[in-house]
């Protein structure tokens, strides 16, 4: 089963309109991970958000986590087309052999429309 | 452009051929990951490398894959016998252990085609 799972699944807006995905996870984490991928090529990191932390800004991002509901949402306000791109969440997984391997769902397909 | 380079870009082989990719990590990054993304998923984990260890394996890693990190530097990625179920995008990611943080950077990708 997937640590991170994004929703909406898809989400199509307008230049200039806010856009909020979220994310839920499963287990306990010290930080959760957002990044974006255009089509066909590697993600690019976005923002970091501690367990201790609540809500996070970057530029036109806004992040908050909400560790007592497992939940984080990623705001990107005033979109452009550029921002066209799916975004993950990334909650990682401790693992014994000491990786923070990172577990992902299918992400939010965005789309802004000019 | 985030530091990380992978080679080649694009590989399109016949079923029943071996392949092998390279990854380049952050010069000063001792962690490194392989994953593999398939049409309309999110990456999955694969492998794992502390230095030039293996510490982890997924159980996606059949024994027709191998990973290898000499010298703890650059990593490759083989997979013999290709089958045309194997055909993904394989992407790298190289992080430094900060404190209780892992940010892992990611390379462009390596899109495998199997005709």
């Known amino acids: 089963s997937q640590q991170g799972e994004e929703d909406p699944q898809a989400l199509s807006i307008q230049e200039g309109e806010n856009a909020t995905m979220n994310c839920s996870y499963k287990?306990?984490?010290?930080?959760l991970q957002w990044y974006r991928q255009n089509s066909g090529r590697g993600l690019v990191h976005l923002i970091l958000i501690r367990s201790n932390e609540r809500e996070k800004h970057s530029g036109r991002l806004r992040v908050t986590l909400d560790t007592s509901k497992k939940s984080s949402s990623l705001l990107i306000t005033a979109s452009r087309a550029a921002d066209t791109a799916s975004y993950f969440c990334a909650p990682p997984l401790s693992t014994q052999g000491g990786s923070e391997k990172l577990v992902f769902g299918k992400g939010t397909k965005l789309t802004v429309n000019p | 452009d985030t530091g990380v380079s992978q080679n080649p870009r694009h590989k399109i082989t016949k079923r029943g051929q071996n392949v092998t990719f390279r990854c380049d990590p952050i010069?000063?990054?001792?962690?490194l990951y392989w994953y593999r993304q398939t049409l309309g998923q999110g990456p999955e984990f694969l492998t794992y490398?502390?230095?030039?260890?293996?510490?982890?394996k997924s159980r996606l890693l059949s024994d027709r894959f191998s990973a290898e990190r000499p010298k703890g530097s650059f990593s490759t990625l083989e997979i013999q016998r290709t089958e045309q179920g194997d055909s993904a995008m394989y992407l790298c990611?190289?992080?430094?252990?900060?404190?209780?943080?892992?940010?892992?950077?990611f390379g462009p990708g390596t899109r495998l085609t199997v005709l």
């Open positions: 990611a190289s992080s430094l252990r900060r404190g209780i943080t892992d940010t892992q950077y």
């Open positions: 287990t306990s984490i010290n930080n």
């Open positions: 490398f502390q230095n030039e260890a293996q510490l982890e």
């Open positions: 010069s000063e990054h001792n962690r």
